[in-house]
């Protein structure tokens, strides 16, 4: 079934179409390795997905037609990738780049931009990155230093950007950078869209704990940058960074609880009799099930068209929790695979498990998100 | 369906209801605002504004009952008292063996009021089936009024070989669904108490001054409250999933969440409350009491997530519940 631009795709028809579309496409969208994978092998299976689904449509639905897509609304692929990562056919991490730089460039790209470009990040041609975190700047983003400098010809940026994921594949970053005295703090921020080919970039990769080198320290020395690559305003890039913050606590994160759920089916399945209490399995269970009806509803908010602010911070929260109750139970049920095996599916859940731990560290840490809660949702006034 | 403006109509009097009432009284206002009646026409409604506001106004009425009789397929559920299940259980408060009926489960301050209580017994001849019968309440045994909760009254009731009736002409459905539908209507009025102390402590923090600043300055005091928050909200959603997508499942979960974030709601607000908190004169107390015994009705956090466990543990399946 080819889908076409004319229907109004509801959630249903959508969700037997892409259901069918999975079941007769198994093999060719099975990864070609076994397991986990490398991190090479996972950003090739995802660009291969991204295609087929592409090809196929299912992958343009949910997405405004100015940029590539066939319309929709975003629940649409909520769904896509809910029923991806459900069968293991991507890993969500490196999936979920794409739900938050894609709104981004569509919110704050000149349409010209965004119309060129995006369709090749949700095609898979290319992979984005997101260049945020500094060296001195890491939770308190208004603190950056990474500057970008005014010319004739455009901008001029130089500085050092680290962690910045999926860097040393890809193609483009939305970075931020300063453009106004430092004592400005997020008043002088602006956001730039970057080639990472640009002479003066040089990225290096870093060893991660989990053995998936996932981010990279990247060094920016005097990178030209047209004006026209400007995201938003001069100097209102805080806006920028704010507005793409609620879509990293929507969409992707209702994709990462399909994820936790299957693991969840994969541990059941596998732990030995008598290893696990009742009570520690309910309880993580409910713990999921607490996540992800909370970000069924911010699904449905988002499809309705409301706007999402700090009450995903309570969603990032949940989900932060859920991954890492998930992977304590795996980590106590599993002890001799994680701790001591070294076949693929040993090696597989060592590996999520320690990666589990970053959970309350990126995309804000678990205290910024209670910093949030505490002054925006229950008004208890300024921290200082 | 009781929607938009008269949804808000329909909160309002509520409200106005619990602020005012409690007791006999409430449950007099709420036949005269039409309670039962919205309770036929609109479930969702009726039960989650009234019981998330009788939980946030700390106040006590007989609608548990009416919930149970409903849920059961009762056509007129307001007309007997209910018997609970026991502490920290959801099975039949009765057991039938031959035409030997025994009760033992928990009743209500409502229970002074009513002439006849309807009982669920467990029928062991036929496995797994209930029986929705009748009884005179002069003919059961009730335990002394006090506890943890005196304004709840909730009092163990027992009885052996007594009279009984069975529902004749009414389709009654099964347990499950009158267990499902009282454990939602717990889990509101947990939610509601957990509110209210959650709001007790966050005006508390804003005004309370040590240090030369308010005590909802310090961060520990913050989190505490940011923590208090997702722990209700968390239950909040999968309660509401649960009217989304009925199942037994997704109640007993949202029950044990609830019992298990007003818990932890309570501990946070507490501490925030201090001394003052600790008078018998400050609402805190009041509201810690009635979670504590809320949490023990048709099952507990601590039984209720057990009993799933077991359950996973044994199939080695977790339901796709949740889907969008
Ligand atoms: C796997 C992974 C992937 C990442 N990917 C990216 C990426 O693609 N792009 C990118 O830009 N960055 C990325 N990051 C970086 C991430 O955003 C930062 O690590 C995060 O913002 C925290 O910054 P930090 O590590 O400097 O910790 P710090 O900010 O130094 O914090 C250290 C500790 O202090 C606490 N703390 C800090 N400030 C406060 C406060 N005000 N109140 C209470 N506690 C506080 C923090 O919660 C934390 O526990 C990634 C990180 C990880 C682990």
């Known amino acids: ?384 | 369906m009781i929607e938009g403006h008269d949804l808000e109509l329909f909160e309002r009097s509520i409200r106005q209801a619990t602020e005012r009432h409690t007791g006999a009284a409430l449950d007099a206002a709420l036949i005269e605002l039409g309670w039962q009646d919205a309770l036929a026409v609109d479930r969702r409604a009726a039960v989650s504004v009234l019981f998330a506001l009788q939980g946030s106004a700390n106040v006590t009425s007989s609608a548990l009952a009416t919930v149970v009789a409903a849920g059961l397929g009762l056509e007129s559920p307001a007309e007997h008292g209910v018997i609970l299940p026991g502490l920290g259980s959801w099975a039949p408060p009765a057991e039938l063996a031959g035409d030997q009926l025994t009760v033992g489960g928990l009743g209500a301050a409502d229970l002074d009021r009513r002439e006849t209580v309807l009982v669920v017994a467990k029928d062991p001849g036929a496995s797994g089936t209930t029986l929705a019968v009748t009884v005179e309440r002069s003919a059961l045994a009730v335990g002394p009024v006090g506890g943890l909760d005196p304004a709840l009254a909730i009092a163990e009731v027992s009885g052996n070989g007594i009279p009984f009736r069975p529902i004749a002409g009414e389709a009654t459905r099964g347990w499950p669904e009158a267990v499902a539908l009282a454990q939602m209507a717990v889990a509101h009025e947990l939610i509601g108490a957990a509110r209210t102390m959650l709001e007790l402590a966050r005006d508390h923090a804003n005004n309370r001054i040590q240090f030369g600043q308010p005590i909802g300055k310090f961060q520990a005091v913050r989190h505490r409250l940011a923590e208090a928050l997702v722990a209700i909200e968390a239950a909040d959603g999968v309660l509401d999933a649960a009217w989304d997508i009925p199942s037994p499942e997704l109640a007993a979960a949202a029950k044990a969440l609830a019992g298990r974030g007003a818990r932890t709601t309570a501990r946070h607000c507490q501490q925030v409350l201090a001394g003052i908190g600790f008078t018998a004169e400050h609402p805190f107390h009041r509201y810690f009491r009635r979670i504590l015994v809320l949490d023990q009705l048709f099952g507990s956090a601590r039984s209720l997530t057990d009993d799933l466990g077991t359950r996973l543990l044994a199939s080695r399946q977790l339901p796709a519940l949740l889907t969008l």
């Open chain 1, 1 to 384: 079934m080819a889908s076409s631009r004319d229907d109004v795709m509801e959630l249903d028809s959508f969700r037997k179409g892409v259901d069918h579309w999975l079941d007769e496409q198994e093999d060719a969208l099975a990864p070609d390795h076994p397991g986990l994978g490398t991190l090479d092998q996972q950003m090739a299976q995802l660009a291969k997905v991204k295609r087929l689904g592409y090809e196929a449509g299912w992958v343009r639905w949910g997405w405004p037609e100015r940029v590539g897509g066939l319309g929709g609304s975003p629940i649409l692929r909520a769904y896509l990738g809910e029923a991806l990562t459900a069968r293991d056919v991507v890993e969500p991490g490196v999936y979920s780049m794409t739900e938050v730089l894609a709104p981004t460039m569509i919110g704050f790209a000149r349409p010209e931009l965004a119309a060129s470009l995006v369709p090749r990040l949700l095609r898979g041609d290319e992979t984005w990155c997101q260049g945020f975190s500094e060296p001195g700047t890491g939770s308190n983003l208004a603190s950056l230093t990474c500057r970008a400098t005014r010319t004739d010809d455009g901008w001029r940026v130089s500085g050092q950007k680290v962690w910045t994921s999926y860097a040393q594949y890809a193609a483009r970053c939305v970075l931020l950078t300063r453009t106004g005295s430092q004592e400005s703090a997020h008043r002088g921020i602006t956001a730039l869209f970057i080639d990472m080919d640009s002479p003066g970039i040089t990225v290096r990769p870093l060893q991660t704990m989990h053995g998936v080198d996932e981010f990279s320290e990247v060094f920016y020395d005097d990178v030209a940058v047209p004006f026209e690559r400007t995201l938003g305003e001069v100097d209102k890039g805080w806006s920028v960074a704010m507005d793409l913050l609620p879509y990293e606590r929507s969409t992707s994160l209702w994709h990462k609880g399909a994820y936790l759920h299957r693991k969840l089916e994969h541990l059941l399945a596998a732990v030995p009799a008598g290893a696990l209490s009742p009570a520690e399995v309910g309880e993580v269970v409910q713990i999921l099930y607490a996540f992800r009806a909370r970000s069924r509803a911010t699904q449905y908010r988002m499809a309705a068209g409301d706007p999402l602010g700090p009450e995903t911070s309570v969603d990032k929260v949940l989900v932060a929790t859920a991954e890492q109750a998930v992977f304590d139970l795996a980590a106590a049920g599993l002890a001799g695979e994680v701790v001591l095996g070294d076949d693929g599916a040993s090696r597989r859940w060592r590996s999520e498990f320690l990666y589990s731990r970053a959970a309350t560290i990126y995309g804000g840490s678990a205290e910024i998100q209670r910093n949030i809660i505490a002054r925006r949702i229950l008004d208890l006034g300024d921290d200082r």
